[in-house]
Each structure stands twice: as structure tokens, then as C-alpha cells.
């Protein structure tokens, strides 16, 4: 069985995460399986998690990435 590579998207600190999407197509389009990772304090959904942009750290901001990599690699064990 084939498995695609996996490539962990992170956006930039004045970015939002729908700001990757077309990257991530491009990606998906090239044969890999991205992951958008949306770091602490860039949600839109609450004020309480804007808010969290005042005290992040960059080691949650790392925590963020490695969630979404072991997330992944849970969905797509054989993958690369």
C-alpha cells in the first residue's frame, strides 16, 4: 500500500491558519498529506483563545506542532 509522505504546515505569526490552505492544496496536489497546525492565541473562534496571544509562549507554540504530528502520525502510521 501506498502511504503519503506527511508535511506539517505551520503559518506565520500575523497569519491565520485558512491562510495556508492554498499552500496545503499544492502540497496535497504533489502526492503529500498536510497537516494546517493552528497555533495558540490564532483561532478566530473565541475571544478567550485571542486572548491567549498575550501569554503564549514559544514553547506552546512548539507543543502545537507536535501535537499535530503525532496526530498525524496516528492517522497514517506507515507514512514518512
Known sequence: ????????VVHGLN????????????LKQAGLEPYIVT???????TDQEKQKMFSVK??????????????AKIRNPNSP
Open 1 to 8: 500500500a501506498h502511504h503519503s509522505p506527511i508535511a506539517i
Open 39 to 45: 497555533l495558540t492565541g490564532h483561532s478566530d473562534i
Open 15 to 26: 497569519n491565520k491558519p485558512s491562510s495556508m490552505k492554498p499552500f496545503a492544496e499544492t
Open 58 to 71: 514559544a514553547e506552546d507554540w512548539l507543543n502545537d506542532v507536535i501535537q499535530i504530528y503525532d496526530n
